[in-house]
Every structure is written in C-alpha cells, then in structure tokens.
C-alpha cells in the first residue's frame, strides 16, 4: 500500500506541474487536468484510510512490510505539498539529504495557488481564511471560475 501511494503522488506530482505550467486559455484542458489531480489525490486518501481502519494487531503485522518507511520519509509528500502551496519548516529531519534537494529544488516555484491566482486574477492569500474569502469573491464575481471548481469537487 504504501508504495501505491507513492506512485499516486508521483503522478499528481506530474498532473499538478502540467496545471501549474500549462499556458492560460485551454480551461477544458486545465479542468481534465483538475479532475485527474482530484482523482489521484482521492485515490491515495482512500488507500491512507485502509490503514487508519486497520485493527491495530493488523497493522502491526503489516508494519513489517514497510521496514522504517513513513510518510513523513517520503519526498513525493513534501513536493507535492510544495507544489500544491503549502509552506513547512525547510530542514525536513526525516529526509535523506538527497531527498532533501529534491524538495529544495521545488521551494519557490509555480504553484496551483499560483497557477489559480493566475487563470481567475485572485489576490495573494496568505492563509487558509484568505484563500476561501479569495475563492469566495471569484465565484462570485466570475461564473465560469465557479463551473471549474464545482468541476472538481
């Protein structure tokens, strides 16, 4: 299981760098991508749900497959919340060092805040409450802004 969230997050990790690069204009294009991303990112969540649900005698058992990996270990994890716009403390403890690079390489680049802020002209959000109030004014201001986001919900 574990490794099958690590090829979820490796192909949203794609899917999000084709939405956040992707030139302005094809919206068709950008809502497949949108919905594809959703779909990963769904995926990998029900996968992580199948071992919250887990007896705990289960899971231990199962434990053993993973060796001393975590998703805390993961540069997938880190990337992709990178790209999504999420900020975390940069000295990542429980990566290798190369891991650590990889994630560096991606710390101030496009992200999908960027990517919205962007396509529908929103301003710069710098917390959660921002981003809904930010998300909130662009619905109702731009209904086509609205169709894409009910799109992927």
């Given at each position: 299981m574990h490794q099958s969230i690590e090829v979820?997050?490796?192909?949203?990790?794609?899917?999000?760098?084709?939405?956040?690069?992707h030139?302005?204009?094809?919206?068709?294009?950008?809502v497949e991508l949108l919905q594809q991303l959703q779909a990963l990112l769904g995926t990998s969540g029900?996968?992580?749900?199948?071992?919250?649900?887990m007896p705990?005698?289960?899971?231990?058992?199962?434990?053993?497959y993973l060796d001393t990996a975590s998703g805390r270990q993961s540069k997938q994890f880190y990337i992709?919340?990178?790209?999504?716009?999420?900020?975390?403390?940069?000295?990542?403890?429980?990566l290798k060092v190369e891991d650590k690079h990889a994630v560096h390489?991606?710390?101030g680049k496009r992200t999908l805040f960027d990517f919205y802020k962007d396509t529908f002209s929103i301003e710069?959000?710098?917390?959660?409450?921002?981003?809904?109030?930010?998300?909130?004014?662009?619905?109702?201001?731009?209904?086509?802004?609205?169709?894409?986001?009910?799109?992927?919900?």
């Open positions: 979820l997050w490796a192909q949203a990790i794609d899917t999000l760098l084709l939405i956040i690069n030139e302005q204009g094809d919206l068709r294009r950008q029900s996968v992580i749900e199948i071992l919250y649900h705990v005698e289960v899971f231990l058992d199962f434990r053993r992709l919340k990178t790209l999504l716009g999420f900020k975390f403390a940069l000295e990542l403890p429980f390489a991606y710390i710069q959000a710098d917390n959660e409450d921002a981003l809904r109030a930010a998300f909130s004014q662009l619905v109702a201001e731009r209904p086509e802004a609205k169709a894409v986001l009910l799109s992927i919900r």
